[in-house]
């Protein structure tokens, strides 16, 4: 074997192309240390690490699917809760207008009561001073009668009883127009 070894170290052969049983026997030894040394230490760790490599790709998959289903669920809760948020604004808005009409309600029936208030104080202004200038009126028709039946008569007549005379006779004559 040794001389095959060395007739394989020194080139004594037929060519590049020529067959050398020798270095075929040694290449097939290495190979088989090669091998058994790479079955026995090389490979179990060569496969636990990518076994390992593997659950770590799984349980990457699976955390990136549970958060994915999160990620859902909180999207549609998100929208939900946009949804609510968007009907309670307009509830919101619905009772805001609601009370603005009741309000303007409000405000427009009492300036109308205002306005009747203040259109029956003055109607009933307007008639105590037409009372008022009525009375004044027929006073100094009264006091103009006396003088001038004074001045017809010429005589000095009593000025109350003639007063009081003729203040019952233009009483009795607003309420004939009164009545009609």
């Known amino acids: 074997m040794l001389a095959l070894l060395q007739e394989a170290a020194h080139g004594t052969g037929g060519g590049s192309f020529s067959i050398n049983p020798g270095l075929i ?35 990457q998959l699976q955390d990136a699917e549970r958060a994915n289903a999160e990620a859902q669920r909180l999207l549609e809760e998100h929208k939900k809760q946009i949804a609510a948020a968007h009907n309670q604004a307009q509830e919101i808005l619905a009772k805001a207008k609601a009370v603005s009409e009741k309000e303007r309600a409000t405000l427009l029936a009492k300036a109308r009561e205002e306005y009747d208030a203040l259109l029956n104080r003055a109607r009933k202004d307007i008639d105590a001073e ?36 003729v203040t019952e006779f233009l009483e009795s004559l607003g309420k004939a127009e009164q009545k009609k």
């Open 25 to 59: 026997l040694w290449t097939l030894i290495v190979f088989g240390i090669l091998l058994f040394i790479l079955w026995r230490w090389g490979f179990p760790v060569l496969v636990k690490s990518v076994e390992e490599r593997e659950r770590k790709i799984e349980k």
């Open 130 to 165: 037409k009372e008022k200038a009525i009375q004044a009126l027929r006073r100094e028709a009264v006091d103009l009668s006396i003088a001038a039946a004074s001045r017809v008569i010429e005589a000095n007549l009593d000025t109350d009883a003639n007063r009081k005379l």
